[in-house]
């Protein structure tokens, strides 16, 4: 079946380091959505791209779909503490209903 | 409400006893999905609603789930005879409209720990 898979699974950073998450879908998708989750919390919706190739900037988030439009990357610049949590790309599967492939998540630790 | 409501937040039960766990979607929201997440893993789906309708129930794991939103409003996820692998967070989300460009809410989940 359709998955979304998603490396690394941890990364550990030194505040001010730049993280990367990249995350790749067995099959061509619609579009890809992230969403963060802080410990303890639930998923909450970052952004969704839908072009081939489209980037997306969000302060110091930027996300980049695939030309192929099946492969997906979020990147931080100068982490900070308040970005601790576990990142998750997603994909809407075949059936057009809306319901998400979650990749397993990258989980980013920033020391201060 | 602001956002989705989950409950209870914590559910704790004896291996073979029923449990329900109730979603309150953002209001006007027409479809609702319920996720089962493990600990260290994404959420996986289990069920679709488009207003009172369940139109995919591919991911509930076994007979034991049910799901229900008689009004296409609040929904609950019912699981009878509780498994301890049954264990993990329940969560509910919704989105405005039906189709696959919609971004998901969240509620804070349920987590369920069978004994």
């Known amino acids: 079946g359709q998955q979304v898979m998603q490396i690394p699974q941890y990364q550990h950073v030194q505040e001010g380091e730049d993280f990367t998450t990249y995350c790749n879908s067995s099959?061509?998708?619609?579009?890809i959505q992230w969403y963060k989750q802080r410990p303890g919390g639930h998923p909450v919706f970052l952004i969704q791209?839908?072009?081939?190739?489209e980037v997306k900037k969000q302060k110091r988030l930027t996300f980049q779909f695939g030309e192929a439009k099946k492969n997906s990357s979020l990147h931080i610049t100068a982490t900070q503490t308040t970005d601790v949590g576990t990142y998750f790309c997603?994909?809407?599967?075949?059936?057009?209903?809306?319901?998400?492939?979650f990749g397993q998540g990258t989980t980013l630790q920033v020391k201060p | 409400g602001a956002g989705v409501s989950q409950s209870p937040r914590y559910k704790v039960a004896k291996r073979g006893q029923d449990v329900a766990l109730r979603c309150d979607p953002i209001?006007?929201?027409?479809?609702l999905f319920w996720y089962q997440q493990a600990l260290g893993q994404g959420p996986e789906f289990l069920t679709y609603?488009?207003?009172?309708?369940?139109?995919?129930k591919s991911g509930l794991p076994s007979d034991r789930f049910f799901a229900e939103r008689p009004e296409g409003s609040v929904s609950t996820l019912k699981i009878q005879r509780t498994q301890q692998e049954d264990s993990a967070v329940y969560l509910c989300?919704?989105?405005?409209?039906?189709?696959?460009?919609?971004?998901?809410?969240f509620g804070d989940g349920t987590r369920l720990s069978i004994l």
């Open positions: 989300a919704s989105s405005l409209l039906f189709g696959e460009n919609q971004p998901q809410h």
């Open positions: 099959t061509t998708l619609s579009n």
């Open positions: 791209l839908v072009k081939s190739g």
């Open positions: 997603a994909g809407p599967d075949s059936s057009n209903t809306g319901k998400l492939i």
């Open positions: 209001s006007g929201h027409v479809s």
């Open positions: 609603f488009q207003n009172e309708a369940q139109l995919d």
